[in-house]
């Protein structure tokens, strides 16, 4: 999240949609109670009425699956009673930019321009920006650029800054405000109640008491969840949220933000850790075949004009540096090449490696605490495709659904050969290390008691397997081996793995003076103090850029609780809970990110209650760290319009031309739809849908399926159960799984509370307990009565305590196409008595 | 509140003793209890952690008496959840110990298995394996599958240096150390298909 869990505080309203935090994310209550007990007005968007709606100011029932058309009526009702925040959205946001001349929407056909229909995907040409002028680096000797034609510094020639063409007055029929206004004027409230089955009056009392926090001083949160991310069109719902927040002038704000409620201990450290395909530590590129297949072409495509991203280069070469240590020279390119690059084909994020494996592709498989066979859409599909592998290695503390998918109760172990390795695992208190939250602070758990009989923290197994395959690399030789043998693979302590040394690589560290590899005596450490220090010449080594400062105190360097990241001081003294000197947050112990926004054109902050950063008149006040150019070689830099410098334009993006499905978000149908037609545009589903194509969809229609159904959980019980169904406090509580079911339809069917039902379509069936309630309710979609069920998911058949059907077998495996995450949110049922 | 525990916490993970507790009961409301010997707590060390569920971040405390975990709480410090815990994050005590429901003595989590297990193919149960032997079976498996199907060059002549053939899943649920060491390996390994719960 752009803010954290104490800031909700501070808002004036706030509105979960997507996101039932009172059951999911309990600590957020105690925050977002303090803000409603001081008189904020508290919105819930739902398709059901959850525990969160019950505490709520305003409940307003949402169909599954159309979240941009709300968002879409939102903009048209901020634009047409003018209650966007002005001077913000002028000046700190990209509305005055104008657009390609051959930039267009055709609400006929429901594309945008630049579609390719042989390569079933967008061109972004028409996208871009006009421009007015260019820039090119001053990299000549004390230039602001010097750096980057410094010795050691790989050669590649510098990006082009081109300054867009704006036009103050907004009134350019090609600005981005303009074509904002005339691209969401569709939205009005009627056609929005129609789609997203609503009654006009909440949705206008929903829409003015948000829109009212565009007042300048005001703040208003977004607090969401999986809810929005988890659909074809979930990273527009990401993008629309944003956009939302910008028109109100809530990002960067106390009380305000774009805020993320993330649903896994560490999910925040792995997306950081950039554990994903063509993703890299601490949000750069993987190595790829096309723009990044040599060093060279990364740093071209990859290093941004203007703004903090011109810093690119230092953070590549820093983590090459950490990672191939002194293999890593500026001959070698700094080793980029032995870093395998990311095909263009096939793809090979989750949904479809279970494809590769079901075509003999994928042969091998690690699952490190995560539970694919339960977890994952078409759950059937991903067990019948997991039975295909040779061989199988899952690291947990249960044997999950995976490490036992061929027990499952459709499965035939005799015709099955995957061996399969069960590795047993350290609790989190049976181990030391680093743990980040949704807001981003870097926490550390200390090892309170020796892990259970043979069981081993993850750090140990992996450095095992490791070096044993490195072993095996140099005595017999093999495909390649450089690639692993020139790998630096130090992070020992007295010549054990420690994850402390670890911790130094993340930080970042001064090559000359540090050595990983070391003794708890006498530890040689030169770990830099954040990641201004980084250097593109191979002098520093850092794999984790934003990190950088967490762990930087030399003195100390084996000791957690003398770092930043181990700080306890709970006293706050910024009294609005940044909690700055609470352990540490990245990047640069910065709580609220885009903290610039906080304050108008002068530097005057829009809520003189609540100051993250004021301009006094010749420098600085920060109460929080400055998240853009506060000072430049020692002087203050006085305020101007640079709010967002993590992007180039150093302006926030109303529309953006870096979404593979559109540069604005437009409603479309889900995957599996209860309707027949779009009234916003000529086509009912995006064009660009992920794998709607491939067969193991089986894609249900609905005159066979007419029950929109979604997915979710509850407090009591987590994700696939691998720890909350081992507990029988939590099992008892939550003993079975459910479907909820209105009284409308229950009747229809013949079901009663407690009822075993069955919930199948083309993908799976399973017989879940029926929850009979008023809580959801058949909504009126395009004049016609549309039901609705919800299930929650965390039962399946491995364990001891508690089991149940896989729920996932009815989800479908398809996704969106900028972020790959699967639909769970909506798609077809039918339901009968079982 | 002047002397809390982030004094203590600030020297090192473990804390505190019965004496120490009894030293400063007065000084620190969080430690106001009278440490008398029939207080679950007494003669117990401290260790802070976070919880293992949603990314709340929740603070914990956990009470070691001779090597074992006794007790779990919330950490009353800890500035977001000020001491509170969900019934989940309440409950990570039975990951590692449960009370036998006849005996009512605390026993290890019957649920929770801790030695490797190997199952071979066409096996309809699990056999123990050592870590020596799963390791190197592990190793060997990879690298017969790396070997089979590396691809070097691809069919334009450009270094790739991967193999399609390995996946890895997970890493939410690892400290970020392990995200990192398993983020190396595979990748110097050439395994492209990387993915981790973030990806849901």
């Not at chain 1, 003018?82 to 657009?99: K, P, R």
Request: glycine letters at 8%; aromatic letters at 12%; a negative charge.
């Amino acid at each position: 999240m752009t803010s954290h869990w104490c800031d909700f505080q501070n808002a004036d309203v706030i509105m979960n949609i997507g996101s039932n935090s009172a059951e999911n994310h309990p600590v957020s209550s105690k925050w977002i109670h303090k803000a409603h007990e001081r008189g904020a007005k508290w919105i819930v968007v739902d398709p059901r009425y959850t525990r969160t709606a019950e505490q709520a100011d305003i409940y307003c029932p949402i169909r599954s699956g159309t979240d941009i058309a709300f968002y879409g009526g939102l903009y048209n009702y901020i634009i047409e009673n003018d209650l966007w925040q002005h001077e913000y959205v002028l000046n700190y946001t990209n509305a005055s930019y104008l657009l390609d001349p051959e930039y267009e929407f055709d609400p006929a056909t429901g594309f945008f321009s630049g579609w390719d229909e042989e390569a079933g995907k967008y061109s972004n040409h028409s996208w871009h920006y006009q421009v007015e002028s260019e820039t090119v680096w001053d990299t000549s000797e004390g230039g602001d650029y010097a750096w980057a034609v410094a010795e050691g510094v790989p050669e590649f020639t510098p990006p082009v800054v081109q300054h867009p063409k704006r036009d103050m007055t907004l009134q350019d029929p090609l600005c981005v405000f303009q074509q904002f206004k005339k691209h969401y004027s569709r939205y009005d409230m009627d056609t929005v109640c129609s789609i997203c089955g609503m009654d006009k009056e909440t949705l206008e009392l929903v829409y003015s008491t948000y829109a009212s926090t565009g007042q300048p001083g005001k703040a208003g949160a977004v607090l969401y969840a999986l809810g929005q991310t988890q659909h074809t069109y979930g990273a527009q719902n990401t993008r629309a949220m944003s956009v939302l927040q910008l028109l109100l002038g809530n990002i960067g704000v106390p009380g305000g933000g774009l805020n993320a409620l993330r649903g896994e201990p560490n999910v925040q450290g792995a997306t950081d850790m950039g554990m994903l395909v063509n993703e890299h530590p601490a949000y750069l590129k993987w190595a790829n075949t096309t723009d990044r297949s040599s060093l060279r072409k990364w740093l071209e495509s990859q290093t941004y004009s203007d703004g903090y991203y011109t810093n690119k280069p230092k953070f590549l070469i820093s983590s090459l540096k950490e990672w191939f240590g002194e293999n890593a020279t500026v001959e070698n390119d700094y080793g980029y090449d032995w870093w395998p690059k990311v095909p263009t084909s096939p793809d090979f994020t989750m949904m479809s490696t279970f494809e590769l494996m079901d075509q003999g592709v994928i042969k091998g498989y690690f699952n490190w605490g995560m539970n694919p066979c339960h977890s994952a859409p078409n759950a059937g599909f991903v067990r019948r495709s997991m039975a295909k592998l040779d061989w199988l290695v899952v690291a947990d503390q249960v044997a999950t659904e995976s490490a036992t998918f061929w027990k499952a109760p459709d499965m035939n172990p005799e015709e099955i050969d995957t061996t399969v390795y069960f590795l047993p695992c350290a609790l989190i208190y049976e181990k030391p290390g680093i743990i980040l939250n949704s807001g981003r602070w870097m926490q550390y758990r200390n090892k309170a008691v020796e892990p259970w009989d043979m069981a081993k923290p993850d750090y140990e197994m992996c450095d095992l397997i490791w070096r044993e395959v490195c072993r095996l690399y140099e005595e017999e030789g093999g495909a390649n081996p450089d690639p692993i043998l020139k790998t630096k693979w130090d992070y020992y302590v007295d010549g054990k793995i420690d994850p402390r040394p670890v911790a130094w690589a993340l930080n970042g560290y001064r090559v000359a003076g540090t050595e990983c590899n070391t003794t708890s005596a006498a530890p040689k450490t030169d770990l830099l103090p954040g990641y201004g220090d980084l250097k593109a010449d191979g002098s520093t080594a850092c794999a984790m850029w934003i990190y950088s400062g967490f762990w930087s105190n030399n003195d100390a360097p084996l000791d957690a609780a003398e770092q930043p990241i181990g700080r306890r001081d709970n006293s706050d003294a910024s009294g609005i809970g940044l909690n700055s000197t609470w352990a540490y947050a990245w990047p640069n112990n910065r709580r609220i990110l885009y903290n610039r926004a906080s304050a108008d054109m002068a530097g005057k902050p829009w809520n003189p209650e609540k100051v993250l950063v004021e301009w006094t008149g010749d420098k600085w006040n920060l109460v929080d760290a400055a998240d853009f150019v506060a000072a430049k070689n020692g002087k203050p830099v006085p305020p101007n319009d640079k709010a967002f410098f993590m992007l180039w334009e150093q302006n926030g993006r109303l529309e953006s031309y870096g979404m593979a499905d559109g540069p604005l978000p437009e409603h479309y149908e889900p995957f599996e739809t209860p309707v027949e037609s779009n009234p916003l545009n000529g086509a009912l589903n995006s064009p660009c849908m992920q794998f709607a194509r491939n067969e193991s969809t089986r894609k249900g229609d609905s005159a066979e399926y007419p029950i929109v159904a979604t997915t979710y959980s509850v407090t009591e019980m987590w994700q696939t159960g691998g720890q909350s169904r081992m507990c029988p406090a939590l099992v008892e509580a939550m003993p079975s799984q459910f479907v909820e079911i209105s009284e409308e339809l229950a009747a229809e069917k013949g079901i009663e509370k407690g009822d075993k039902v069955r919930v199948f379509n083309n993908r799976g069936s399973v017989v879940v307990d029926a929850m009979v309630t008023k809580r959801i309710k058949p909504l009126t979609v395009h004049g016609e009565t549309q039901h609705l069920v919800g299930l929650t998911h965390h039962y399946s058949w491995a364990g001891v305590f508690g089991t149940g059907d896989t729920v996932n077998d009815l989800t479908p495996n398809v996704g969106d196409p900028n972020s790959f995450t699967p639909e769970y949110k909506a798609f077809l049922v039918d339901i009968e008595k079982a | 509140m002047d002397l809390t525990r982030r004094g203590f916490f600030k020297a090192a993970g473990a804390t505190f003793a019965a004496g120490a507790a009894f030293q400063l009961a007065s000084a620190s409301p969080a430690l106001a209890v009278e440490p008398d010997k029939n207080w679950k707590l007494v003669n117990t060390e401290e260790y802070t952690n976070i919880c293992c569920y949603c990314a709340g971040g929740c603070g914990s405390l956990c009470s070691v008496r001779e090597g074992e975990l006794i007790n779990l709480e919330g950490d009353p410090d800890h500035p977001i959840n000020q001491g509170g815990l969900c019934p989940k994050g309440a409950s990570m005590f039975q990951l590692r110990n449960i009370v036998d429901p006849e005996t009512r003595e605390v026993v290890k989590n019957p649920d929770r298995i801790s030695r490797p297990m190997v199952r071979r193919p066409g096996a309809s149960d699990w056999e123990e394996i050592s870590w020596e032997d799963a390791i190197e079976e592990i190793a060997r498996n990879v690298k017969d599958t790396r070997d089979a199907t590396f691809v070097e060059t691809d069919e334009t002549g450009l270094t790739v240096n991967y193999t399609p053939a390995i996946a890895s899943l997970g890493g939410s649920q690892q400290n970020s150390e392990e995200e990192y060491l398993i983020l190396k390996a595979m990748r110097s390994l050439g395994v492209v298909a990387v993915d981790n719960q973030a990806r849901v």
